[in-house]
């Protein structure tokens, strides 16, 4: 997996780098789980706040399993992590949810095993074909 700036370069990657938009799941646990959050937005009056990236939402977590209870999470619910031939891309660009992370700086913590490549050299993927990208 890579996240990739949609204006850049560089491919970014990191351990535990989960992003919602990779997850696979069964979707009946899904939409439970997604229905439960729902839920409990609307009792404790947080489907008010407007901003970008809510405080509870990193709290809890946004995957199903990422975040346990102990930890302020919804559930208790475990995940596991598996890869593909060819790597899921990320794309970042602006007005995504959450915040876009592709630079070391971005981090409060510095994540372990940062790695940077080209995005020309992502295995299976053709950025500039794809996108119709004429100056990387």
């Given at each position: ?43 404790q ?25 102990k ?7 475990d ?58």
């Open positions: 997996m890579w996240r990739w700036w949609s204006k850049g370069e560089t491919v970014i990657r990191y351990d535990r780098m989960l992003p919602l938009s990779c997850m696979c799941c069964n979707r009946e646990f899904a939409l439970e789980h997604y229905k439960m959050r729902q839920r409990k937005i609307v009792e009056g947080l489907d008010h706040f407007r901003s970008r990236e809510p405080r509870f939402a990193r709290l809890w977590g946004y995957e199903p399993g990422t975040k346990k209870k930890r302020g999470g919804l559930t208790d619910d995940f596991e992590t598996w890869s593909s031939e060819i790597p899921v891309i990320d794309v970042r660009y602006k007005g995504t949810f959450s915040s876009p992370k592709i630079h070391l700086k971005d981090f409060k913590h510095e994540p372990n095993n940062w790695e940077e490549m080209n995005i020309n050299k992502v295995k299976g993927w053709d950025m500039k074909k794809l996108f119709n990208i004429k100056n990387i």
